[in-house]
């Protein structure tokens, strides 16, 4: 299951940042898709969170890599899907506000 999770998020990332750097034109835009979570650490989602991580690193590297040809590259991290498994972490990561907006608990321990 791993393999496939890296298959499908880290490696085949790779290859469409190599095929955009040789194909997009100077001035142009690279756009990916990266994941909030990445930023809660939120566990649960260990192997999905480890296998989007490198799309990140792969932008700021190849971003800084095309800055000549003025390509610029950037990461969307939408946030988290209303699913089960994510409202089963709700009670412990999220604060809710009267505004409906939310913060989220980093943790703070092991």
């Known amino acids: 299951?791993?393999?496939?999770?890296?298959?499908?998020?880290?490696?085949?990332?790779?290859?469409?940042?190599?095929?955009?750097?040789?194909n997009v034109s100077d001035g142009g835009k690279i756009i990916t898709i990266v994941t909030a979570l990445l930023g809660a650490f939120t566990g649960g989602y260990t192997p999905y969170a480890g296998t989007k991580a490198p799309v990140e690193h792969f932008s700021r590297g190849l971003a800084k890599e095309l800055l000549g040809k003025r390509?610029?590259?950037n990461c969307?991290?939408?946030g988290p899907m209303d699913t089960r498994k994510f409202q089963s972490f709700l009670p412990s990561i999220f604060?809710?506000?009267?505004?409906?907006?939310?913060?989220?608990l980093l943790p703070t321990r092991n």
């Open 1 to 22: 299951m791993l393999t496939k999770i890296i298959r499908v998020n880290s490696k085949s990332a790779f290859f469409i940042f190599k095929t955009s750097a040789n």
């Open 71 to 73: 390509i610029s590259v």
């Open 76 to 78: 969307i991290a939408p």
């Open 95 to 104: 604060i809710w506000e009267a505004d409906g907006n939310y913060s989220v």
